[in-house]
């Protein structure tokens, strides 16, 4: 399967649904809506959607549901083919809480199964039916190696579909807040949102306390300009998960597996720069926001030998 090729026939047959899905974008940080925001973007999201509708899975595994965001666009593109489910979970009750609400309200809950709790604790063994895997949780290498073990070494299809968030090939150039990578000199600028709702955002990060120390333990190669009148930049990738993630890349062919960031612009019709304007916290060397598209999606069949080649090389 040439993961490239099923983008293209997915995009081509199904590109033109996607503006109805433009309501996600547009209440991205609707707190009322999504109490739990990220950073999945436009075009991700239009991909997402256009691969299910081509795909038409069965079932679908989703780790983590948060507020249910990347979880509409699949749901949305179940319900067009009248069949086929999310099993989703989240360990926040309150977020889940949020999503199984929200899904009700767009009459998508008959496609969506939604599990509270650690899904190390309580996902069952992959059956032989899920077509695609979807992982956006801790960004750890240990947990995405759980995963793998868990999830992706039993699977027997040569057809599925295997999806990681916030990873970025390591060629790109990218800048977060004011500087690579973290430093912020200002609260976020989200839209409708009152000053107490900044604050309150800014401590709920720094109170985040496993996810900086996984974050801090990561070496992080700053970029100098490469031309003037640009800034400093880095590849964005600043997870342990992200760079593990590459490593596995790195092992497959280029047919097997895509960086969305790669291949953003080769698709103006889905207009893929849309809501760059609304990245909170990304920008580019120019210092111009910019959605970064951070999703890698790669053959199954494909990942499964590369993780086993990584084992034998450790």
Not at 97 to 112: E, T
Not at 215 to 226: F, G, K, L, M, T
Request: aromatic content about 12%; overall charge negative; proline content about 5%.
């Amino acid at each position: 399967m040439n993961i490239h090729k099923v983008i293209r026939r997915a995009i081509e047959q199904f590109g033109s649904e996607t503006e109805s899905l433009e309501f996600l974008p547009e209440n991205r940080y609707n707190k009322n809506m999504f109490p739990t925001t990220g950073q999945y973007d436009w075009f991700s999201g239009q991909m997402l959607y256009c691969l299910i509708r081509y795909l038409k899975p069965r079932r679908i595994l989703e780790i983590s549901t948060a507020s249910g965001y990347a979880t509409m666009f699949m749901a949305m593109a179940l319900k067009q083919n009248k069949w086929g489910k999310v099993d989703t979970f989240e360990v926040n009750a309150e977020a889940a809480k949020a999503a199984v609400k929200l899904f009700k309200q767009y009459d998508v809950d008959a496609f969506v199964e939604s599990y509270v709790g650690d899904a190390r604790r309580i996902s069952v063994a992959t059956p032989s039916d899920y077509n695609v895997y979807f992982l956006d949780s801790l960004h750890t290498e240990d947990f995405a190696r759980w995963f793998m073990d868990t999830h992706i070494m039993r699977s027997d299809r040569i057809d599925a579909l295997f999806h990681m968030h916030d990873i970025l090939p390591l060629h790109s150039r990218v800048r977060r807040w004011n500087a690579p990578p973290f430093e912020s000199d200002e609260f976020d600028e989200k839209p409708g949102q009152s000053m107490f709702e900044k604050i309150k955002d800014k401590v709920h990060d720094l109170v985040q306390i496993p996810r900086r120390q996984e974050e801090q333990r990561v070496s992080i190669h700053v970029h100098p300009p490469d031309k003037p009148g640009v800034l400093q930049t880095f590849d964005g990738n600043c997870s342990t998960e992200a760079i593990w993630g590459n490593k596995l890349a790195a092992l497959m062919k280029p047919e097997d597996h895509v960086f969305l960031y790669d291949i953003t612009n080769d698709y103006q019709q889905m207009t893929p720069r849309k809501y760059d304007h609304a990245a909170i916290g990304r920008s580019d060397s120019n210092n111009i926001p910019m959605e970064w598209n951070e999703s890698l999606w790669c053959n199954v069949a494909a990942l499964k030998v590369a993780y086993r080649q990584w084992i034998e090389l450790r």
